[in-house]
């Protein structure tokens, strides 16, 4: 399985940047789909995950209200659309997929396979 994000660059706080991960390998839809971030100095953290079909997610408190993670199983694509962006928010980001997943659920941990990462960058 791999991974390739896109989308990230250099925008403005209070601007919107909408993130796009190809899944490659096997059908997307065997798998649980998140998106992580790092910024400098700090631990990777999870900032959303959406189950198998679609029809559940999950958010980070810090970017709840913000971002929306959607999937289209058809395209092997899952996005990260990103509102109202805060200088906090600048990090790469990692789309990532999980295999051991149920229907249903969302994870925020445990991923298996890992994109390079997209760097964002968000200025005051």
């Known amino acids: 399985v791999q991974l390739q994000a896109s989308g990230g660059g250099l925008v403005q706080a209070g601007d919107s940047l909408r993130l796009s991960c190809a899944v490659s390998?096997?059908?997307?839809?065997?798998?649980?789909l998140g998106w992580f971030r790092q910024a400098p100095g700090k631990n990777r953290e999870f900032v959303a995950g959406?189950?198998?079909?679609?029809?559940?997610?999950d958010y980070a408190d810090s970017v709840k209200g913000r971002f929306t993670i959607s999937r289209d199983n058809a395209k092997n694509m899952v996005s990260l659309q990103m509102n109202n962006l805060k200088t906090e928010d600048t990090a790469v980001y990692y789309c990532?997929?999980?295999?051991?997943?149920?229907?249903?659920?969302?994870?925020?941990?445990?991923?298996?396979?890992w994109g390079r990462g997209t760097l964002v960058t968000v200025s005051s």
């Open positions: 959406v189950n198998r079909n679609g029809a559940f997610t």
């Open positions: 390998g096997r059908t997307a839809s065997s798998y649980a």
């Open positions: 990532a997929a999980r295999t051991r997943a149920i229907l249903s659920a969302t994870y925020r941990d445990s991923y298996d396979y």
